[in-house]
């Protein structure tokens, strides 16, 4: 009997071929279904850790806005309430007094610190964005750096600016608060505007003619926990999905841009 032919030899080297290929082919594909769900579950690790993150940051930001409600209506009620009695009691004692005028500097002290104490309460909690919104709220907070700086805040409005969720709006006022802080403590500018409108994106621009800064210096300063007001205003942008902007360099001013999708 003799042995396989070379057709059958040839055959069976090639079906040989064949199952190795099949075999490499289904190891390979094993290897890429393999990886791509490791980055699938890489990746809801990372939405899962980021979405804590948030909730983190939510939790935290909100813990320091109920405490400023608190604080502010402390300062607003009760301290406040006080001064104001005193005030009271002053302008009587005055009228009897045989020269009232030797009132005129206690009274003009004790006016000055409730002027303090109702300002103060107002950047700790303002009234005026609950019940006017963010608009008004961010103009009444212009005038009133205007106010004790001295330095124009101007606000401008372009097109309408959307009515947001109360906390959104919180979030975006509290923004335009540092910005608007840091440019008068900070920039040495004569002059900050503020603008902000929206049509199909919600848009702030906080700009200074002031002495600018080195960006990159002042991210490393926040990541080693010395540049707080950039890390809380990127974190508020964060929760809020918005992009922020920040075109500056030294002596030539700054440039800060916030948009956010509607």
């Given at each position: 009997?003799?042995?396989?032919?070379?057709?059958?030899?040839?055959?069976?080297?090639?079906?040989?071929?064949?199952?190795?290929?099949?075999?490499?082919?289904?190891?390979?594909?094993?290897?890429?279904?393999?990886?791509?769900?490791?980055?699938?579950?890489?990746?809801?690790?990372?939405?899962?850790?980021?979405e804590y993150q948030q909730k983190m940051m939510e939790a935290a930001l909100?813990?320091?806005?109920?405490?400023?409600?608190?604080?502010?209506?402390?300062?607003?009620?009760?301290?406040?309430?006080?001064?104001s009695t005193i005030r009271v009691g002053l302008t009587t004692l005055a009228?009897?007094?045989?020269?009232?005028?030797?009132?005129?500097?206690?009274?003009?002290?004790?006016?000055?610190?409730?002027?303090?104490?109702?300002?103060?309460?107002?950047?700790?909690?303002?009234?005026?964005?609950?019940?006017?919104?963010?608009?008004?709220?961010?103009?009444?907070?212009?005038?009133?750096?205007?106010?004790?700086?001295?330095?124009?805040?101007?606000?401008?409005?372009?097109?309408?600016?959307?009515?947001?969720?109360?906390?959104?709006?919180?979030?975006?006022?509290?923004?335009?608060?540092?910005?608007?802080?840091?440019?008068?403590?900070?920039?040495?500018?004569?002059?900050?505007?503020?603008?902000?409108?929206?049509?199909?994106?919600?848009?702030?621009?906080?700009?200074?003619?002031?002495?600018?800064?080195?960006?990159?210096?002042?991210?490393?300063?926040?990541?080693?926990?010395?540049?707080?007001?950039?890390?809380?205003?990127?974190?508020?942008?964060?929760?809020?999905?918005?992009?922020?902007?920040?075109?500056?360099?030294?002596?030539?001013?700054?440039?800060?841009?916030?948009?956010?999708?509607?």
């Amino acid at each position: 009997m003799g042995g396989p032919s070379e057709y059958q030899v040839a055959l069976l080297v090639a079906i040989g071929t064949v199952a190795m290929l099949m075999l490499a082919i289904a190891i390979i594909l094993f290897v890429v279904f393999y990886q791509k769900k490791m980055i699938q579950e890489q990746l809801k690790v990372q939405k899962l850790e980021f979405e804590y993150q948030q909730k983190m940051m939510e939790a935290a930001l909100e813990s320091q806005e109920n405490e400023r409600r608190r604080v502010a209506g402390d300062l607003h009620d009760s301290i406040g309430g006080m001064l104001s009695t005193i005030r009271v009691g002053l302008t009587t004692l005055a009228k009897q007094m045989a020269d009232p005028q030797n009132m005129e500097q206690p009274k003009q002290m004790l006016d000055d610190t409730i002027k303090s104490v109702r300002s103060l309460s107002l950047d700790l909690m303002p009234a005026t964005l609950e019940k006017f919104g963010l608009v008004q709220a961010v103009k009444e907070l212009c005038d009133r750096f205007q106010a004790v700086s001295l330095v124009p805040v101007l606000f401008q409005e372009q097109g309408e600016v959307p009515e947001l969720h109360p906390k959104k709006e919180l979030m975006i006022f509290r923004v335009a608060q540092e910005l608007v802080n840091n440019a008068l403590k900070h920039s040495q500018a004569t002059s900050v505007h503020v603008t902000m409108g929206g049509n199909d994106k919600f848009e702030m621009i906080v700009e200074d003619n002031g002495v600018g800064f080195d960006l990159d210096s002042v991210r490393s300063q926040a990541k080693n926990g010395q540049g707080l007001g950039l890390f809380n205003i990127e974190n508020r942008i964060r929760i809020l999905s918005a992009k922020l902007e920040i075109d500056t360099q030294p002596g030539k001013g700054t440039r800060v841009t916030m948009t956010m999708p509607l």
